[in-house]
């Protein structure tokens, strides 16, 4: 029973923090680039042009319900567990998610990249 | 939507202010945006890390004292690992502005390693053949996206001096 409250508590977890992800980064590209941005027109502008984007908020609602996943799935389940699964599936999760949702070309540099990644952070916690 | 007048690619040669800092393809990272990207990786160890310590010296919380929880902000340490994370949060939001989500993501993943090495020195925790694997792993995929283009979704991002105007109708359709 506990293992099956932790895979669910993992499985919130990727959903949760892969659609903030992409939530974050869609809104982010509605700003555009902060550095240009901070040049020309100042930081004030930087600040108020990314809390008014609307994906930004429900990008950190995401974000915050990731969390509160990852409190819930470290109660039920053990950290070496919990932390390395969430992660690397999140890794691979959000290359999807973002050549779907964001059109990001994911070469296979990327996938690659990802896969490595992946990998190593299940190694790290063996 | 409020609309913004174009602004044609500079073409004067001694330029302004942005100089040396702009290339014209703008999908190559130049130094400042890997400064933002080290920013991440480090930013984020260190506010881990700060936050660890801090915790550490507070002991368990109890569930009869949550308050606890609230004083826990006071710690130093503690405020120093808020402070740096969101200072992490600030050059990730920052990151996402210019590239793609897929490419900023391995390309930070570093700060598993710094994290380990962090535990390995500071706490001599040990670390098993297997782990020293699983950090050549995350170092390699590292390398080999960072090395990729950083920016492969069909538009430029706004601001940029080299923004096309069309990517204003583009803009609009999402």
Not at chain 1, 15 to 22: E, M, Q
Not at chain 1, 30 to 57: C, N
Not at chain 2, 38 to 50: E, K, N, P, Q, R
Not at chain 2, 51 to 67: E, F, N, Q, T
Request: charged content about 15%.
């Amino acid at each position: 029973m506990n293992s099956l409250y932790a895979w669910t508590a993992i499985g919130l977890i990727i959903l949760a923090s892969t659609a903030g992800d992409i939530l974050l980064s869609h809104a982010m590209k509605r700003v555009g680039d902060v550095g240009e941005l901070w040049k020309h027109r100042g930081i004030l502008a930087v600040v108020s042009r990314v809390m008014t984007t609307p994906t930004f908020a429900v990008g950190l609602m995401a974000m915050g319900i990731a969390f509160y996943s990852l409190l819930f799935g470290l109660s039920w389940g053990n950290l070496s567990l919990v932390v390395p699964a969430s992660a690397s599936l999140t890794f691979v999760a959000n290359a999807v998610a973002a050549r779907i949702f964001l059109h990001e070309q994911v070469g296979r540099r990327r996938w690659i990249a990802a896969l490595l990644v992946a990998c190593g952070v299940v190694l790290m916690a063996v | 939507m409020e609309r913004r007048a174009s602004r044609p690619s500079s073409t004067k040669p001694g330029g302004d202010a942005r100089r040396s800092t702009i290339k014209h393809e703008t999908t190559a990272v130049t130094f400042r945006k890997y400064l933002v990207l080290a920013g991440i990786t480090v930013f984020s160890t260190a506010g881990d890390s700060l936050l660890a310590r801090g915790m550490k010296d507070l002991g368990g919380i109890s569930l009869h004292h949550p308050s606890g929880l609230l004083l826990a902000i006071l710690n130093p340490w503690v405020t120093a690992g808020i402070l740096s994370l969101l200072t992490f949060f600030a050059c990730y939001m920052s990151a996402l502005s210019w590239a793609d989500l897929t490419y900023v993501l391995p390309a930070t993943s570093l700060s598993y390693v710094l994290v380990a090495l962090v535990g390995h020195f500071r706490l001599h925790e040990e670390i098993s053949p297997a782990r020293w694997l699983g950090i050549a792993l995350i170092a390699a995929g590292v390398g080999f996206v960072a090395a990729g283009p950083s920016l492969t979704s069909s538009r430029q991002p706004r601001n940029s001096p080299d923004a096309a105007p069309n990517t204003l109708s583009q803009e609009a359709k999402l």
